[in-house]
T-cell receptor
Framework: DIVLTQTPLSSPVTLGQPASISCRSS???????????LSWLQQRPGQPPRLLIY???NRFSGVPDRFSGSGAGTDFTLKISRVEVEDVGVYYC?????????FGQGTRLEI | EVQLVESGGVVVQPGGSLRLSCVAS????????MHWVRQAPGKGLQWVSL????????KYADSVKGRFTISRDNGKNSLYLQMNSLRTEDTAFYYC??????????WGQGTLATVSS
């Protein structure tokens, strides 16, 4: 099974400053169709998860452009250019290239 | 408005059964693969199962294989999860989620299934 390892697990940040979360996969996430199905999700306190980024770097509809994704193969990064109060929550990377699909452990973003 | 609404989460004893439902609205349900994802209270996310648009492909996590059954009724815009032989470790919020190009783009609010004696 694919293991996704996120670092850090907790990230104290300052409003207006950047933040970065890493996600490393135990195997390449390149699908046989050539796409890489690595997503990032945000879960605010008491809320269900919300899709932020899909296929490494594509922002989902309505997601602010301060969120960006990058990476390839087994190493991926989510960056927030300037953290805002509403960004508090837990961030998960997720792979849907291989079965079973899997999630990282989550990174808690705290102001 | 695109929406998923789960229901059916209750308290059940170990070894018991439960059926979760998810009703979709605001999109053509029959066009999409659907998944169940669970989250134990205070813990991370775990993928549980998927079913393609016509039920032609069904997959399960090893931890639920042989005990859980996913199904759908496109005429009722509904997704189901039949959960048998429940264990305490199955206690979780269960979310249904819509799959668009292998990204989970719509999530329900979740329903809490508690397995406890």
């Amino acid at each position: 099974d694919i293991v996704l390892t996120q670092t850090p697990l907790s990230s104290p940040v300052t409003l207006g400053q950047p933040a970065s979360i890493s996600c490393r996969s135990s195997q390449s996430l390149v699908h046989s169709d050539g796409n890489t199905y690595l997503s990032w999700l945000q879960q605010r306190p008491g809320q269900p998860p919300r899709l932020l980024i899909y296929q490494i770097s594509n922002r989902f509809s309505g997601v602010p452009d301060r969120f960006s994704g990058s990476g390839a193969g087994t190493d991926f990064t989510l960056k927030i250019s300037r953290v805002e109060v509403e960004d508090v929550g837990v961030y998960y990377c997720m792979q849907a290239t291989h079965f079973p699909h899997s999630f990282g452990q989550g990174t808690r973003l705290e102001i | 408005e695109v929406q998923l609404v789960e229901s059916g989460g209750v308290v059940v004893q170990p070894g018991g059964s439960l059926r979760l439902s998810c009703v979709a609205s605001g999109f053509t349900f029959s066009d999409y693969t659907m998944h169940w994802v669970r989250q134990a209270p205070g813990k991370g996310l775990q993928w549980v199962s998927l079913i393609t648009w016509n039920g032609g492909v069904i997959k399960y996590a090893d931890s639920v294989k042989g005990r859980f059954t996913i199904s759908r009724d496109n005429g009722k815009n509904s997704l189901y999860l039949q959960m048998n032989s429940l264990r305490t470790e199955d206690t979780a919020f269960y979310y249904c989620t819509k799959d668009t190009s292998n990204a989970f783009d719509v999530w329900g609010q979740g329903t809490l299934a508690t397995v406890s004696s």
